[in-house]
């Protein structure tokens, strides 16, 4: 009681609230300024002994008005994961003269207790070394009970709207293709959360307000992971792990892992290695470039390089080796179409969003075995194989033009290339890393755009993969819309398809529907482009 009252006097005498916070000893650590909320410990510098545990500190606070502790208070004490938090109020003397008690809750509806408002003698008989021990051990409990049965990830989803959604409206594309991420990448989604955002905030890309909310979220639901839906900036990272006090990833991470999970030829390696190293090279904490030039002259002359500066020459060295692999790579590859030009066979890219049956449909013309899953990005890298158009057309079972005969194919063959599948917002430092397989489809005769007919969002995906290759360094040659399985859709669905796109073709690659139609527009389209 004695500590609480000097506590009080000194807080009244700067008129600023003070919040001390004591170990189980007894001892004081540390002593800050403000509310509870304004002088936490970030989460990553707390004392921390499993997940199933508190972190050993309780907090005493003062507040200069009388009110219970805020909402922002308490979940600075979960976020924290005090044993408890003791609130002071202060009369007009400057003295305390009743306090609250907060707590986390085991097991409940809401996350805390807070207890009604208690005098300072009820304070005092408060055994906090029974309670915490009686917590820990609810905590130990319930840990148990819920223990994660796999290593998966669990993942809390964030994201930053520009328009409010009706309760009735699905969650936005962008939201519902990062779930399909992280489950690909091998986590689990917990929760959804979104925030609707005239601007995205430069340091948290969310409001304080929201940002508490999904701390509070992630703590109950014992998450370890926080994805959100665009490319966050090195400091943006630092400060939300810092609030959260636990790893934060953003979309253009997720996807460099699926791809790094997915690499299996030397190639694809390679190109994985160089897009994670040049995503992860600004992202160093540090002083950036300042130290990078030490020896001789003004300003550089010190104790020499840090460990920082080490190991960003260290990555800039391997990012300069892996440009230079991949710019041996490039020049293999370009010495191969330049054979194929040689030989004058026509050459065919199969390209279009990922998960759109490319590598199925590969499989399906031309009798390969190429991998093929029900997955993002199950391949990535390009797969050529021969396929003869007029073993689909000579027997013109669909009553084709009949002068097909004049179309100009030579032989027939062409090369069918399947390629890495694209996705909405490609991250830039994977059409760096790719540049050298991306070529296959910018340096093609035709192209085939394969559309997930199937797919919810398929529009969004067709614009998606036109905007792709729009900007795409070397203009792309004609190219055939063609949507997959339609086995699974209805009649009114292919003719609405139908109605938008009357040139478009529609098969479905594991029924092996619609090859003679393909293969037409095909050669129509080796023609023109010769």
């Known amino acids: 009681m004695e500590f609480a009252q000097r506590l009080a006097g000194i807080s009244a005498e700067i008129e600023q609230p003070l919040c001390c916070f004591v170990n189980r000893r007894g001892q004081v650590i540390r002593v800050g300024l403000g509310t509870p909320n304004q002088a936490k410990i970030p989460p990553l510098e707390l004392p921390r002994y499993g997940e199933e545990r508190l972190c050993g500190l309780r907090c005493i606070g003062t507040t ?35 306090a609250y008690i907060a707590h986390l809750l085991p097991k409940s509806v809401d996350a805390w207790y807070l207890s009604p408002p208690l005098s300072l003698d009820a304070i005092a008989k408060q055994d906090f070394t029974e309670l915490v021990a009686g917590l820990e051990e609810e905590f130990r409990r319930e840990y148990v009970a819920t223990e ?15 328009k409010a959604l009706k309760e009735d409206q699905p969650l936005p594309f962008t939201l519902v293709e990062l779930a399909q991420l992280v489950e690909s990448a091998g986590g689990k989604v917990l929760d959804t959360i979104w925030q609707k955002r005239d601007r995205i905030h430069p340091q948290t890309v969310l409001g304080e307000g929201k940002i508490q909310e999904i701390a509070v979220i992630a703590q109950t639901q014992r998450a370890n992971l926080i994805v959100f839906d665009r490319e966050l900036s090195p400091s943006q990272i630092r400060n939300l792990e810092q609030l959260f006090g636990m790893r934060v990833s953003d979309r253009t991470e997720v996807i460099l892992d699926i791809f790094a999970q997915r690499a299996q030829s030397a190639a694809g390696k390679l190109q994985v290695e160089l897009a994670q190293l040049e995503y992860r090279l600004p992202r160093l904490v540090g002083r950036g470039q300042a130290l990078s030039r030490l020896g001789g002259g003004i300003g550089t002359r010190g104790p020499g390089e840090t460990k920082l500066e080490t190991d960003r020459r260290v990555i800039q060295r391997r990012i300069n080796y892996l440009q230079q692999q991949v710019n041996q790579l490039r020049a293999q590859r370009s010495r191969m179409r330049q054979q194929r030009v040689d030989q004058e066979i026509p050459t065919v890219a199969i390209v279009g969003y990922t998960n759109a049956g490319k590598s199925t449909l590969l499989n399906a013309l031309t009798k390969s075995t190429a991998y093929t899953a029900d997955q993002l990005f199950a391949t990535l890298d390009p797969t050529t194989r021969r396929l003869n158009l007029k073993e689909y057309l000579g027997s013109n079972s669909l009553n084709l033009d009949p002068d097909f005969e004049d179309l100009d194919i030579g032989e027939g063959t062409v090369l069918l290339t399947d390629t890495v ?51 795409m360094p070397i203009a792309v040659g004609p190219t055939s819309l063609v949507f997959n399985k339609i086995d699974s859709l209805t009649e009114e669905a292919i003719a609405d398809i139908k109605d938008l796109y009357p040139k478009a073709i529609l098969i479905s690659a594991s029924q092996r529907q619609g090859f003679d139609q393909l293969c037409y527009g095909l050669a129509e389209l080796i023609d023109y482009a010769r």
Not at 87 to 97: C, E, R
């Open 64 to 98: 200069l008005q009388k009110e219970s502790p805020s909402t922002a208070d308490l979940t600075a004490m979960l976020m924290q994961r005090l044993d408890s938090l003791i609130t002071l109020t202060l009369n007009s003397s400057g003295y305390a003269d009743r």
């Open 148 to 162: 994660v049965e796999d290593d998966r990830d669990r993942v809390i989803l964030v994201g930053a709207l520009f």
């Open 421 to 471: 599948g694209f996705i909405h917002e490609l991250p830039p430092s994977l059409v760096d890393a790719f540049r050298a397989t991306l070529e296959e489809v910018t340096e093609s005769d035709a192209l085939i755009h394969l559309v997930d007919a199937s797919h919810p969002t398929w529009q969004n995906q067709v614009s998606a993969v036109e905007k792709i290759l729009a900007e």
